[in-house]
């Protein structure tokens, strides 16, 4: 059965802090890697990874993937109270299916 | 443009009661989804399609039905509402292209069956 698996599950940091995300998976058929920011409503999307070892960046976020150990990473530095929402990493196969994880909650205090 | 809508926005409904949640696209894309958020099992697949005219099951499906019967609209359905089915439900489309992976989200309709 695919599943996708995150941690830590909740996250208490202070502004400035630098954050780790984790994200494994077991999927038939990889394609790609997703993150997800969700804060109030909708989850909006972060990154998509397809290959090993290429780090995307986009302001103070970055993620990166491993394909040989099945996880990927979702830094994010000099946090800030913005920051704060429940970030989702979902997988997905040549056979159109996502498979999401619980997400991690992140909280970032001033 | 709009994006995705979705309505109601919320919804307190009483068991065994019909209702139908509606979802719409104004980006004509192929695909679409519905999931169903609930605290600590993140988002699961109810059903999807993958063009007008198909639909298939999730992960999740029982309870539910769905139709596609053009490119913007995706209702779902459910039949006889029990309170397990209480939840936030979320519907999303994404262009069906080599490299297109990103789905799009609506804001969601919060579901409460009494």
């Known amino acids: 059965e695919d599943k996708v698996v995150q941690s830590p599950l909740s996250l208490v940091v202070h502004e400035g802090d630098t954050v780790t995300l984790n994200c494994s998976y077991e999927?038939?058929?990889?394609?790609?890697l997703l993150w997800y920011k969700q804060e109030k409503k909708a989850p909006t999307f972060l990154f998509m990874l397809t290959s090993s070892g290429i780090e995307k960046k986009s302001g103070r976020l970055s993620s990166i993937l491993d394909k040989k150990e099945l996880f990927s990473i979702l830094n994010i530095t000099a946090t800030q109270t913005g920051d704060s929402a429940v970030y989702l990493c979902?997988?997905?196969?040549?056979?159109?299916?996502?498979?999401f994880g619980p997400g991690t909650r992140l909280s970032v205090l001033p | 443009i709009a994006g995705i809508t979705q309505a109601p926005t919320s919804q307190i409904l009483a068991a065994g009661r019909r209702m139908t949640l509606r979802c719409t696209q104004d980006m004509r894309h192929n695909a679409m989804y519905w999931y169903r958020q609930d605290l600590g099992l993140g988002l699961r697949l109810i059903h999807y399609s993958n063009t007008a005219g198909t639909t298939g099951k999730g992960e999740v499906p029982d309870g539910y039905s769905v139709s596609r019967a053009n490119t913007d609209d995706f209702p779902l359905t459910l039949a006889s509402a029990v309170p397990s089915q209480t939840s936030v439900y979320f519907c999303?489309?994404?262009?069906?292209?080599?490299?297109?992976?990103?789905?799009?989200f609506g804001p969601g309709t919060r579901l409460t069956v009494l």
């Open positions: 979902a997988a997905t196969s040549y056979g159109q299916n996502f498979v």
């Open positions: 999303a489309s994404r262009e069906l292209a080599e490299g297109s992976d990103t789905q799009y």
């Open positions: 999927v038939t058929n990889f394609r790609s």
